[in-house]
């Protein structure tokens, strides 16, 4: 594992960021995973556009050109020795006494880079399940911000009722998960909610847009119920770390034969295809 922290590399677990800085009090920042598979960034240029557009949301200058950042984060990247790497990148607006009025000080940068968290076999195979819960975030979830308490409640909420993942409802509609998107299959149908504030545009969702796309697979955006998944042929998560995910239970109720379905296979095998023939 290798970081950095506003121009120096440092150890892991060095401790480098001042008290009184912003992401550290305010969550005043913003942050992207990039995966790394063999060496070479997954949609790279997407990852980095959605950076600036968040930072640019927050008012918050980066400081760096975006062309500069790119080289930055492949040469921590290659300096890790990593071939399958999470490259975590974050900005914030800086070190400055607290209070809450922006301050004049350059952006901080932190950049980690670890070994890609991968989930198991078991998981990969069966397929997980899911609760639905309520969506209590703020309405610009389309900025992907350092604020998670709200995604952090309903992730350990998943997990203390022994799933994987909460996938959200907002005015009765489903928004997405609290790291994830979230896809239904309804008679070869491949479903998802458009992108708006309500969601993150998610660049897994993207890939998965693009495949159907190449497989004539039909794809419609629109925000679906919770009935409408719970009744779903198939539901799917994608998220960078967790590719194209089948979804087999959501709230104790099983999803289809409980079984990962052929349209999530079939996308999850076109995905693997895309990563290696970059
Ligand atoms: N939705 C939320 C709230 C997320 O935090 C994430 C990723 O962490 C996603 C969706 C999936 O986005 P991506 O496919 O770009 O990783």
Known sequence: SLAYFNGNIIGIDDPVIPIDERGHQFGDGV?????????????????????????????????????????????????????????????????????????KCPASLSITVKPARELSHQVRSEGVHIVLLPDERWQNCYIKSLNLLPNVLAKQEAFEQGCFESVLVRDGMITEGSSTNVFIVKEGKVQTRPLSRYILAGITRLAVKEITGEQGIPFIERAFRPEELLEADEVFLTSTTSEVLAVTAADGRQIGDGQPGPVTRRLYECFQQKIKAM
């Open 31 to 103: 942050y992207e995973v990039i995966r790394f598979y063999q060496g070479k960034p997954f949609m790279l240029k997407e990852h980095l556009d959605r950076l600036f557009m968040s930072a640019k949301a927050i008012k918050l200058e980066i400081g760096k050109e975006q062309e500069e950042l790119e080289a930055l984060m492949l040469e921590l990247a290659g300096k890790s020795g990593l071939a399958d790497a999470d490259l975590y990148v974050q900005v914030t607006r800086g070190v400055a006494p607290r209070n809450h009025l922006f301050p």
